[in-house]
């Protein structure tokens, strides 16, 4: 039982302060398999039709200083742009072909727009919809 109540409050506090793309590539190790919630900016947005139909939807996330790649799949993300919360599963992937490579990315399960003051906010994101009323 005390197992179970320690655990719920390290999830809770995983998700109470998201992670920035640099801490978690950082500590890949250790956040491999395990659900994460990261902030950063999203660039890059592409989608792509599945052959059993539904759709993947992949984009950068970064925080200036480093970047890791997203996934998600079925359901389309609000914002393609611009500041987010990204919450899902993070993976590291290692293998040796000729030389040694690794893919790091997220599995997302839900993307949160991070809306900018009005005051702040360009033409463009107005548009779409990232913008404080």
């Given at each position: 039982m005390n197992a179970v109540i320690i655990h719920l409050g390290v999830v809770l506090i995983a998700q109470a302060a998201p992670l920035s793309v640099?801490?978690?590539?950082?500590?890949?190790?250790?956040?491999n398999g395990q659900?994460?919630?990261v902030?950063?900016?999203?660039?890059?947005?592409?989608?792509?039709?599945?052959?059993r139909g539904g759709?993947?939807?992949?984009?950068?996330?970064?925080?200036g200083a480093a970047t890791v790649h997203v996934s998600m799949f079925a359901t389309k993300p609000l914002c393609h742009s611009g500041a987010a919360m990204v919450e899902g599963t993070?993976?590291?992937?290692?293998?040796?072909?000729?030389?040694t490579y690794s893919l790091v990315e997220i599995?997302?399960?839900?993307v949160?727009?991070?809306?900018?003051?009005?005051?702040?906010?360009?033409?463009?994101?107005?548009?779409?919809?990232?913008c404080l009323k």
């Open positions: 640099g801490e978690l590539l950082a500590n890949a190790d250790r956040f659900p994460v919630t902030a950063g900016i999203i660039s890059n947005f592409r989608g792509q039709p599945l052959r759709a993947v939807y992949t984009f950068d996330l970064s925080d993070f993976g590291q992937t290692k293998w040796r072909v000729n030389a599995t997302a399960r839900a949160t727009c991070v809306l900018e003051p009005k005051e702040n906010c360009e033409p463009a994101k107005k548009a779409e919809k990232q």
